[in-house]
């Protein structure tokens, strides 16, 4: 009698106990047979994306790296997360400051107080790391984009005060500038922080690393994003179905091994399952970067009745679109509240997304369409929004594509309604499940 495999695994094929076996190995093989190495510590290869606004949380990061992962907060929109945490009032002292231009579409003058950017920031990240337990990592996602009207200035002060506040590692994301390594190289972090790019293109790379190598500052770690991810994307809104992950994953993998780099890749955006993640990883990838399932999860930012809307997404729900003020598509429920939205630029106290002089699309669309309004008329906006209220109020609801798979990772309850996972479980299901099952959390009651 030839050995039983267990149940559910695999049908056998024929009588070649060989091939039967190596089937079994492959495909109840799973995450935590893998370990990510980054800057000479091991990791449990799973990383939590950043998910700006406050999606991914202080306590999601530190759910990850509590397992022994790795979690990401973010620091976008950072003055109004930290009013929202510590009761701060980084956004209203602003608003009060600028209040004359309030109604003046030039916002040139509309400008961060440094000292501050940094005091919040520290703040934020001295918050999430001394609850550090585990023996994983904090990074931070920094998106490069979030211009605030002065763009170098301002990155350079996130990226330092994060370093001062104890960041395990910086992810650089949104629009990567060529200058921000040259910017922070004086700290006294630079060599020891993990520092890592988020690209979707050999071609991306190749530009950043030029500049990595001048530095002798080479990343400790390369997450390569596909077209199914969620948030800002690195492809057109009509081509974004042209491209996949897997290939642009074996291409940098090539670039690397023609260049004789040795640095991580991690792949990010579709990885559902934990067996997706095996795939990758038994292809040459150090880690996986994952963030849709982790939405729907108890620690996540999003309010609990949006976390409702995301599982029932269908797929026709979800579309890539060119809302976005940085000039990036991205994805997105049809049903976000921000795709209506008519109100008036708060740049006064938000200015995120002000560009350097103070320009911002969504401005330019507004008082245009003011103008352009008959009297008894609505506002109507034709293709903008206004990026940094929405995030702020949780009114856009960026996901991945593989949002309409949600219902699948979790149970119905009796009212009708969906039960939100532990990150915990959403965690180790990617780590320990296999044969692409998703294990349930246990069922609540209400
Ligand atoms: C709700 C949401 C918000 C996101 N926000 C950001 C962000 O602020 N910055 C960023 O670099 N990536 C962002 N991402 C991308 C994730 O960090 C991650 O790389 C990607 O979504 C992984 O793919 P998956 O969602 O299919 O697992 C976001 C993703 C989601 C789902």
């Known amino acids: 009698m030839p050995p039983q495999l267990c149940s559910g695994y695999l049908p056998l094929i024929g009588n070649d106990w060989s091939v039967n076996a190596l089937i079994l190995i492959k495909t109840t093989m ?13 990791y449990v290869p799973i990383i939590i994306g950043g998910m700006g606004v406050n999606i991914s949380t202080t306590e999601l990061a530190l759910a990850a790296e509590k397992l022994g992962g790795i979690g990401h907060i973010s620091d976008a929109l950072i003055g109004y997360v930290c009013d929202r945490i510590f009761k701060t009032s980084f956004v209203s002292r602003k608003r009060k400051k600028y209040a004359a231009y309030s109604t003046n579409p030039d916002k040139s003058a509309v400008l961060f107080d440094l000292e501050e950017l940094a005091e919040a920031q520290k703040k934020y990240i001295e918050h999430t790391v001394s609850q550090k337990t585990g023996n994983g990592a904090i990074f ?17 002060v996130r990226l330092c005060a994060a370093m ?6 910086l992810t650089l994301a949104a629009g990567l500038n060529l200058r921000t390594l ?7 972090r630079f060599r020891d922080v993990k520092i890592g790019i988020i690209i979707s293109s050999v071609r991306a790379l190749s530009i ?6 001048r530095l002798d500052r080479l990343p400790d770690y390369i997450v390569v994003e596909g077209p199914l991810a969620g948030g800002h994307l690195g492809f057109g809104p009509g081509d974004w179905q042209t491209f996949d992950l897997k290939t642009i994953f074996n291409e940098v993998l090539a670039f690397l091994k023609k260049e004789e780099l040795n640095i991580p890749v991690i792949p990010a955006g579709g990885i559902f399952t934990g067996t997706d993640a095996v795939e990758y990883l038994q292809l040459g990838a150090a880690g996986v970067q994952v963030a849709t399932r982790f939405t729907i999860s108890k620690e996540a930012g999003l309010p609990s009745e949006v976390k409702q809307h995301y599982i029932n997404a269908s797929q026709e729900d979800i579309v890539v679109n060119m809302a976005s003020t940085t000039g990036y598509p991205m994805r997105m429920l049809t049903s976000s509240p921000t795709l209506r939205y ?18 911002c699309t969504y401005i330019d669309e507004y008082y ?8 008894g008329e609505p506002l109507f906006i034709k293709e903008k929004t206004c990026l940094c209220t929405g995030m702020a109020n949780y009114d856009c609801w960026t996901c991945g594509q593989t949002t309409y798979r949600l219902k699948e990772t979790t149970n119905r309850l009796e009212n009708g309604k969906w ?9 180790l299901d990617y780590q320990f499940s296999s044969d692409h099952s998703i294990r349930l959390p246990e069922p609540e009651t209400i």
């Open 419 to 427: 039960q939100l996972p532990a990150a915990k479980d959403i965690f």
């Open 140 to 156: 931070l996602n920094c998106m490069e984009k979030l211009t605030m009207n002065s763009g170098i200035e301002t990155l350079k």
């Open 30 to 42: 799973n995450v935590d047979n893998f370990r990510l190495q980054i800057g000479g510590k091991e």
């Open 342 to 359: 008519t109100i008036k630029p708060n740049c006064e106290g938000l200015g995120y997304l002000l560009e350097n002089g103070g320009k």
């Open 208 to 213: 950043f690393l030029k500049r990595a190598i």
């Open 182 to 188: 040259d910017l922070i190289q004086a700290h006294p």
């Open 368 to 375: 245009q369409a003011l103008a352009a309004r008959k009297p």
């Open 164 to 169: 001062d506040g104890g960041i395990d590692g």
